[in-house]
């Protein structure tokens, strides 16, 4: 039985929309775009929503619009994405990094304001696997010390933090819809914000710098950052769907829950009554008994064995690009590193079957026995 790592949840609906806009004659700037972008805006409840190409065209747009830029520190987590951390760098500001909780696995809130220093002028909070935990805190915070928050909430699209919309959170959010997010648009990304002059200009950066209607009348440094109509009706659609989509991976997530929270080699994700998860993949950590080199011999295993598996997320401060010129080494963040030493993605998308589940359980069970078995005689 081979098993993916992810699936897009694409029905015949996606499908008809597709070809409807390919015989509408505007396969770029036309009406599905305005459509998607309403219905993302009410869903995370946000008054503007902004198309962009992808969710890290969407960081950098966000970035620029916020002003911010050389001289510039920007706080942000070490766990997620490269693209949380690289919007910060693509503006030439410097980022800073701050350790992680382990609960959560966002930036840990109580170290946030030690890092504030005369430059910090932003925070770049990512929702890590779609976990809203700690954000109504890095909001207070942001607001205290007259930060700009950008919310890099690409991962969460959906859930909620109490009775705030995951997007809703700081100056803006910004979306990504890669196929292996909650919805998709093949590639794809959204800003959203309740500023209206933001964006304005996040509508002009995407735009190559246009904010009127003239075609070569460019009124700043822009980019071209749009969302196709083809990708706009995909994500239109998806919207529409999104309680289905999203209980069918709630649904995924819970068998997961269920077979493996007696797991005695495994940490699974922390879920308290505040936060209501929208499912971006399943990950899971292995206790301290199991190291990095274990982690990877499971990862081969399953694999091996046709089951999909990853290791989300090395630490950003330890990319070569980053750690080098940086000058960030191990050590650093040792919670981070802890973490990201011990997880592992299991396959996860919302048609998962039961079989499908069990099969996984099944493989993963084996192999930490397997590990398990092979590091006794080190100890
Ligand atoms: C936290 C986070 N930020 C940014 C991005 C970038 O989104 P995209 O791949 O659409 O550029 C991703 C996507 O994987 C992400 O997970």
């Known amino acids: 039985m081979q098993i993916p790592l992810s ?30 972008e309403q219905k993302v805006a009410a869903i995370c409840q946000r008054r503007y929503a902004v198309g962009v190409s992808s969710g890290t065209a969407g960081l950098h747009a966000a970035m ?6 050389p001289g510039d520190e920007v706080i942000t987590t070490p766990f997620s994405f490269v693209a949380s951390a690289n919007c910060i760098l693509y503006v030439g500001a410097k980022p800073v990094f701050v350790d992680i909780n382990t ?9 946030v304001e030690a890092a504030i220093t005369p430059r910090t002028k932003a925070i770049v909070a990512v929702e890590a696997f779609g976990h809203p935990g700690g954000m109504v805190e890095i909001e207070q915070i942001a607001r205290r010390n007259e930060l700009i928050l950008i919310e890099d909430c690409c991962e969460g699209f959906g859930g909620f933090a109490g ?14 819809f890669y196929p292996n997010k909650q919805i998709t648009t093949g590639e794809g990304g959204m800003i959203v914000t309740d500023d209206d002059r933001f964006a304005d200009v996040c509508r002009a950066l995407r735009n190559q710098g ?23 009706a995909i994500g239109s659609v998806q919207c529409d769907r999104l309680e289905e989509i999203l209980e069918n991976r709630r649904r995924v997530a819970q068998m997961y829950m269920t077979r493996l929270l007696d797991n005695r080699f495994l940490i699974l994700p922390t879920i308290t009554d505040d936060v209501h998860m929208s499912w971006f993949v399943f990950v899971v950590r292995l206790n301290d008994l199991f190291g990095p080199t274990e982690r990877d011999e499971i990862i081969k295993g399953l694999r091996a064995s046709g089951v999909g598996s990853n290791n ?28 990201a030493g011990r997880t592992l993605a299991l396959p996860f998308y919302g048609k998962m079957t039961e079989l499908q589940v069990d099969h996984v359980v099944a493989v993963l069970n084996e192999q930490l026995e397997k590990v398990q078995m092979v590091r006794k005689p080190r100890i």
């Open 103 to 111: 609960k959560t696995l966002n930036i840990d809130t109580t170290l």
């Open 64 to 69: 620029v619009a916020a002003g911010i830029g």
């Open 312 to 339: 989300y997320f090395p630490p950003i401060h330890l990319q070569p690009y980053i750690a080098g010129p940086y000058g960030f080494k191990e050590g650093d963040f040792p919670r981070c590193e802890f973490v």
């Open 210 to 232: 246009r904010e009127g209607m003239a075609w070569l009348a460019h009124q700043r440094l822009g980019y071209n950052y749009r969302l196709s109509e083809i990708q706009a």
């Open 7 to 36: 699936q897009p949840d694409i029905t015949q609906k996606e499908i008809d929309a597709v070809t409807e806009v390919m015989t509408s004659g505007t396969l770029s700037i036309g009406s599905r775009i305005l459509e998607f």
């Open 163 to 176: 009775d705030r919309p995951i997007g809703s959170f700081g100056r803006a959010g910004v979306f990504g």
